[in-house]
């Protein structure tokens, strides 16, 4: 992730002006033991699947990643100059870490690994997101996920 003072006016100034919803105190939840959670992931890396739509700058939608996706039909769509994609061209899971969660839950850490996880276009004004959120919702409760991982790029 790029520190702000190193990204380049006027995507800088645009990013310092996004205007982030309140979202107040989070509560408190308790949950199964980590032995017990199903997990999914949540990306703002902008990946898709080949044949998916592609995102485009500023897309505020989601896209689904089934858990067996194959190593090379998993794509970034996020372009930026301040965005650097050498570690995920070497190794998918920098961004995408679905091989470490396997082997959390062959070593008996995790309960289990989600079947679908989703990814976002990072850089994208939160509000305009919200919309997309409720149908994400529904599918990590029809997939019986209690934990997500999130992934920030």
Do not use: W
Not at 17 to 37: H, M, N, Q, S
Not at 57 to 64: H, K, Q, V
Not at 82 to 91: E, H, I, S, V
């Amino acid at each position: 992730m790029a520190r702000l003072e190193y990204i380049p006016e006027p995507t800088a100034t645009s990013i310092r002006e996004i205007d982030c919803p309140d979202l107040g105190d989070p509560p408190f939840v308790t949950g199964p033991a980590l032995k017990d959670r199903r997990i999914a992931m949540i990306s703002t890396a902008g990946l898709f699947t080949r044949g998916d739509r592609p995102f485009v700058g500023g897309d505020a939608d989601y896209r689904a990643i089934p858990a067996d996706v194959g190593e090379n039909d998993l794509l970034v769509g996020h372009v930026s100059v301040n965005f650097d994609r050498t570690g995920y061209q070497r190794d998918r899971n920098v961004m995408f870490p679905i091989d470490r969660l396997r082997e959390l839950a062959a070593g008996g850490i995790i309960g289990s690994v989600a079947d679908t996880h989703f990814s976002f276009m990072g850089a994208t004004n939160p509000i305009e997101m919200e919309a997309h959120v409720a149908p994400v919702i529904a599918q990590l409760n029809a997939d019986r996920v209690d934990s997500v991982v999130l992934l920030p790029v």
